[in-house]
Nanobody, 116 residues
Framework: QLQLVESGGGLVQPGGSLRLSCAASGFTLDYYAIGWFRQAPGKEREGVSCISSSDGSTYYADSVKGRFTISRDNGKNTVHLQMNSLKPEDTAVYYC?????????WGQGTQVTVSA
């Protein structure tokens, strides 16, 4: 069964850090572009960061640039999103997506809440 599972979410104070993980089963993430998206209550899903399958190039939304880092751990078939200096406006459900050659897979999401 082809599956993506996110983990690492939770409750953190402003200024804190979390590391999200996106683990795949049934397929190899090496060959897929991976994106992290988030959706806050009452808002549309937005792209946060992505990493290419070819040269490892990365993209970050302006709102997270300099605070978030996306990386691959090919040995564990996992992609991480390191989130530092978290702000209340980062509160959302975070999803990962694997996409390549017309195929796309989504995870179920993990909740991140930034609150004092």
């Amino acid at each position: 069964q082809l599956q993506l599972v996110e983990s690492g979410g939770g409750l953190v104070q402003p200024g804190g850090s979390l590391r999200l993980s996106c683990a795949a089963s049934g397929f190899t993430l090496d060959y897929y572009a991976i994106g992290w998206f988030r959706q806050a209550p009452g808002k549309e899903r937005e792209g946060v960061s992505c990493i290419s399958s070819s040269d490892g190039s990365t993209y970050y939304a302006d709102s997270v640039k300099g605070r978030f880092t996306i990386s691959r751990d090919n040995g564990k078939n996992t992609v991480h999103l390191q989130m530092n200096s978290l702000k209340p406006e980062d509160t959302a459900v975070y999803y990962c997506k694997a996409e390549e050659g017309g195929f796309a897979y989504w995870g179920q999401g993990t909740q991140v809440t930034v609150s004092a």
